[in-house]
């Protein structure tokens, strides 16, 4: 016999699995442009460099405050993101992760986000002539700084360990969120970092990005916390 009740958590189950294979939604972009980047010449670490390049392009016209340049920038920060789960999966496929690119992977991201958030404040405290503006976007870039440092930091801390797991066993050794306020924890994650320039693009497309810099300015310092306490539990996905 099957009640409602158990109809209800195995729809709940459901629901959570399905925002699992969801988020993030940038390997939906990665996951075709992948197969494309096998097929050329082009290391992991030269594809890092490409996305650190349309980052740093992003970061280049959203400095200028023009509305059809920060559009232009949102689209080199969707392919900056898109690069970055890129280089990764082939890193794996072609058997050539390594150390080096692994660190310099997170230092691009650090530098994309920082140059981004700096960028923006810089470029809409040009345009209302208010430099608190800009100061918002340092504090921002600051926040990702500090989630950088907290990578470092876990890593250093636990090298040993992770060196001496496999693949298999890591996989086995996270796991999934559990409770509502974990898979709150866990979609706002996600959303703040690997799918955020779709929320860039977005405000871009109708000139609101401007909205994000006292937001980052609190959430960037939101998201460190929440790295510590998604690293504390271990979440991975």
């Not at 939906?28 to 992948?34: A, G, K, V």
């Amino acid at each position: 016999v099957i009640y409602k009740t158990d109809i209800i958590v195995i729809m709940i189950s459901r629901t959570k699995k399905s925002l699992s294979d969801l988020f993030p939604l940038i390997r939906h972009l990665s996951c075709r442009l992948t197969p494309i980047l096998l097929k050329t010449f082009f290391t992991p670490n030269q594809i890092t460099l490409l996305s650190l390049l349309c980052g740093l392009l992003c970061a280049g016209c959203f400095s200028l405050g023009a509305h059809n340049l920060e559009v232009i920038g949102a689209f080199f920060l969707v392919a900056s993101y898109t690069l970055d789960n890129c280089d990764g999966e082939v890193a794996r496929i072609k058997n050539m992760s390594s150390e080096f690119g692994a660190k310099f992977d997170d230092m691009v991201d650090w530098m994309v986000d920082a140059s981004f958030f700096v960028a923006l404040g810089y470029g809409v405290s040009q345009v209302n002539e208010q430099v608190f503006w800009f100061w918002l976007g340092i504090i921002a870039a600051l926040g990702a700084f500090i989630d950088y440092v907290v990578d470092l930091h876990y890593y250093a801390k636990n090298k040993k360990e992770i060196d001496a797991i496999t693949r298999e066993e890591r996989a086995v050794q996270f796991k999934r969120p559990q409770n509502t306020l974990d898979w709150l924890i866990y979609i706002f994650h996600k959303l703040s970092r690997a799918d955020f320039c779709f929320i860039v693009l977005i405000l871009a497309i109708f000139n609101l990005t401007y909205i994000l810099l006292p937001f980052a300015a609190i959430g960037a310092q939101i998201y460190w916390v929440t790295d510590l306490f998604e690293r504390a539990r271990g979440y991975r996905t």
